[in-house]
Structure formats: structure tokens, C-alpha cells
């Protein structure tokens, strides 16, 4: 068993790796920004953790390679998390894999890992080819007690549990139990291939990015779509979703992820090959102080001028990096629970600072494609996933159809 004393492998993010894997380039393939333990949204398993039993994950890379690793995260951890075992294969239907492609994961030469709380770890290089905009499937195994567990609570995919150690299993079988979250797996990344990215796009925001109102389990949030579109444009880039449900741009939550500002170096600028990001966040921190929820307490106003303070520096260190970005306006949300005429009036004070400030490298004016016609603070019914703020697939499709490609 290796056991991690250092919470961050610099050298990885940093594009290449220590230990067995010393001077492999990596790219990134998919990824998932982490939370703390909580409950809310639909079931899930973070509070209770894992005991004596394997959760299988689903993920769609949208890069492909002859090889892959992994990446643990314990940030939430209040005490050291051991994986007992785990593997990497291609999906097939539901919780099975494709015969012949289960690779076992290594970190450092052995079969399990330590990773200290606050911390993560990278397994080691497994010979694997995948394709670009295709799944793969993650079992861990926990031969004891995990306690709370870090993870991303709304996945828009289905992760799955088992007794036992499942990490060899081909078929469903045992599998039973079902959730729509992520579990400590936050990064996949890639090596290898005959036409390897040239760079990495990540979305960043809330859920209108994280893909609250999509099809479960379709990949057809926005960032996906802006995967397919840039594939078929015959661009080989990486996108990457680093949007948290809830999430504000100003503030934390307990349920809703740090703030983005406080998250913004790790989910982004941190990550291999980055080139640009669209910022799309703003939305709850102009609606959560128009209502009381459990969930987020308290509820200050914000300012617009603090919005676009906020924003200005999200800029402003991506640009100390080199990195694009583009601003997304705020989408229409006229009959949501937190639509106001003070918060309305927030929105297009702030979409038109985006619009027109120039602080970003180029704008996705999602708001104006996704606004009913003749009715430019109402979401188009069309593309109205129900709960008048969020999108179905198809605006989702449509907003990633509003990205300017050239500005990425």
C-alpha cells in the first residue's frame, strides 16, 4: 500500500508525473470540480460514505489516447481515505464494462492508496486506448470505512454500488444500488493517440454549465455539445465542465461548492493544457438574495458592482496565466422562485457590462438565444427544461452553438 504524505501531486498538474510514470505527458480528458459531504437534491451517498463495498463511475472524455490515469481527491476528508483497489475500463451498458479492457490501477507500483485528508493522488499510467468523445468506467473498493466522502453531487450520470471488491467485474451483477453523484474521482487524464488535444476549454459556473435539466446519463449538458461542436469542426481540444450546482460567484456554500473565486486557480487554471474558459456565474448570487433557503444562509444583496468586480478578477488571473475568457450572460429566469424586479434588474445591468465592458477576450450572449421571443426576460419555452431558469437539452444545445469558436 503506498501511502501519500503530500496533499498535491505539483508535478502532474504541472502536465507531467512523478513516480512510475516519470516525464509522460498528460492531457486532460474529463473532470468534475469536488464538494463537501451533503445531503439535498436527490439521494446520495456523501454522508454515509463506503464500507466494504465498490462504486462504479461513468464518465465521457472527450480527448482519447493509447493511455489513462486517474486522480483522487480527499479534500473534505476529516481523516485519511484508504483505496483498497482500483480499476479503469471502457463503459459498456449500465454499470457493465467492455470484455477484455478492465485495467487494474496502480499508484506508485501498488495496487492501494492512502490519500491524506485535504489531499489527492494520481495512479500511474494504464495502457488503455479510448477514443474522444467516448466512456469509461471507474471502480474503487473500500475494504473499510470511508466516513463522509468527497464528491460532485449532481453527476447527470448514474454511479453505482456493490458489496464487495467489484473492481475485476465485467457484468452489472451486484450493482444495485444507484445514485446520480460522483465519488472522489475528480480528474481523468489521457496520454498517447494518434491526434492528441491541442488544448483545453473549460466551462465554469453553476449548473446551468454543471447541466441541471439534462437528460441523465446523455451527456447532453452544454459543455458536451460544445465537445461535439468542436470535434466536428475538427478541432481536437479538450472541454472540461467545472460547474457546481448552486455554486456563486462571491460567496461559499456548505451545499453549493466554494465560491468561484476561491475555486477558480484549482477547477481551472490548474488544469493540463488549459487555453480558455467561459465564465457563466452570477445567476444565484443575484437570486439567493431575493429568497430564504435552508441551503444558503445568509442571504446578503449583492451588488452589481460587486459582480462585476468579481468577475474582473477571475480575468485578470486567467490572463497572468495566459488563458482566454469568455463572459456568458446571465440566462433569462422570469417565473423562478427568485426572480424579482430588483433581481431582474440586476441581470441586464450585468449582462451589459459583460457585453460592453470589453474585460473579456470575447462574449457568450447565452441570454439572448435562450430568451423567448419578444419577451427578453422569459426563458424560450422551447428550451425551457420546466423550472424556468434552466435549459433542456436542446437550449443547451443552443447555448453551446452561442460560443465563438474563434475566441477559443
Known sequence: MVVRTAGVDTAARAGTTGGVDTGTRWRAGWSAPVQRPSGGFEENWAETGFDRQSVRQVVRVTDGGSGARIRLSNRYGTGPLTVDAASLALAGEGAAVRPGTVRPLSFDGASSVVVPAGGEVVSDLAELPVEPLSSVTVTLWFAGPTGPATFHAQAYATSFRASGDRTADVGAGGFAERTHSWYYLSDVELTGGDAPASGTVVAFGDSLTDGFGSTVGADRRYPDALAERLRSAGHSWAVLNAGIGGNLLLNDSPWYGERASARFDRDVLDKPGVRSVIVLVGLNDIGFSEVDLPTYRPNPQVSVAELTA????????????????????????????????????KRVAVNEWIRTSGV????????????????????DPAYDSGDHKHPNDAGYRVMAGAVPLGSL
Open 360 to 379: 473579456f477576450d470575447a462574449v457568450a450572449d447565452f441570454a439572448t438565444v435562450l430568451a423567448a421571443p419578444g419577451d427578453i426576460e422569459t426563458l
Open 310 to 345: 468579481g468577475y474582473r478578477e477571475l480575468v485578470e488571473r486567467a490572463h497572468r496565466r495566459g488563458v482566454k475568457v469568455i463572459g456568458g450572460t446571465v440566462l433569462p429566469f422570469k417565473g423562478a422562485e427568485y426572480h424579482t424586479p430588483r433581481a431582474e434588474a
